[in-house]
T-cell receptor, first 113, second 112 residues
Framework: EAGVTQSPTHLIKTRGQQATLRCSPISGHTSVYWYQQALGLGLQFLLWYDEGEERNRGNFPPRFSGRQFPNYSSELNVNALELEDSALYLC????????????FGSGTQLSVL | GENVEQHPSTLSVQEGDSAVIKCTYSDSASNYFPWYKQELGKRPQLIIDIRSNVGEKKDQRIAVTLNKTAKHFSLHITETQPEDSAVYFCAASKGGSYIPTFGRGTSLIVHP
């Protein structure tokens, strides 16, 4: 069984640009979570999607947005990039909205120069 | 919202020693407490979890204890080995939201 896959592995952008990160959940999983892992700050919750709908979002500005597609894959968009957006962005999936056990991808390392 | 504090931020032990990582949570409605292990350059992986109706759970060399009254839970690793070296994250979530709130992580270093 394939795990959660994320692309790209690394992404380098300049301040003000836009970034798109992609995530494919484990087959059969309907819930997708996005977390930001900045150095020393642990895992900060960004967005949660289930069955194509946004279920909740964390305390991040509106320039962080995303969507979930009919096949349950998801993308995270970050507009007007700022230097402090540099972090590892982790995607996780769970079988459904009632299952709290998360399966993480390896992440996308975003560097904003 | 939920707030999870995790201590220590760094823990250095000798191989064979025990290691204990502690977390406190703020929302008494939280009822699910997982622990994730993230080895260097790898993805976080669930290693053990506990629900609020259980006080302790063991899986080989790792165990988790929960004190609902004090709102804290701990990860215990016995007979540590170099491959236990990693960052460990605790988390808490409550029914209805299903969004785990994570602690900031503990970097465990096991010296051979």
């Amino acid at each position: 069984e394939a795990g959660v896959t994320q692309s790209p592995t690394h992404l380098i952008k300049t301040r003000g640009q836009q970034a798109t990160l992609r995530c494919s959940p484990i087959s059969g999983h309907t819930s997708v979570y996005w977390y930001q892992q900045a150095l020393g700050l642990g895992l900060q919750f960004l967005l949660w999607y289930d069955e194509g709908e946004e279920r909740n979002r964390g305390n991040f500005p509106p320039r962080f947005s995303g969507r979930q597609f009919p096949n349950y894959s998801s993308e995270l968009n970050v507009n007007a990039l700022e230097l402090e957006d540099s972090a590892l962005y982790l995607c996780a999936s769970s079988p459904d909205a009632t299952n709290e056990k998360l399966f993480f991808g390896s992440g996308t390392q975003l560097s904003v120069l | 919202g939920e707030n999870v504090e995790q201590h220590p931020s760094t823990l250095s032990v000798q191989e064979g020693d025990s290691a204990v990582i502690k977390c406190t949570y703020s929302d008494s409605a939280s009822n699910y407490f997982p622990w994730y292990k993230q080895e260097l350059g790898k993805r976080p992986q669930l290693i053990i979890d506990i629900r609020s109706n259980v006080g302790e759970k063991k899986d080989q060399r790792i165990a988790v204890t929960l004190n609902k009254t004090a709102k804290h839970f701990s990860l215990h690793i016995t007979e540590t080995q170099p491959e236990d070296s990693a960052v460990y994250f605790c988390a808490a979530s409550k029914g209805g939201s299903y969004i785990p709130t994570f602690g900031r992580g503990t970097s465990l270093i096991v010296h051979p």
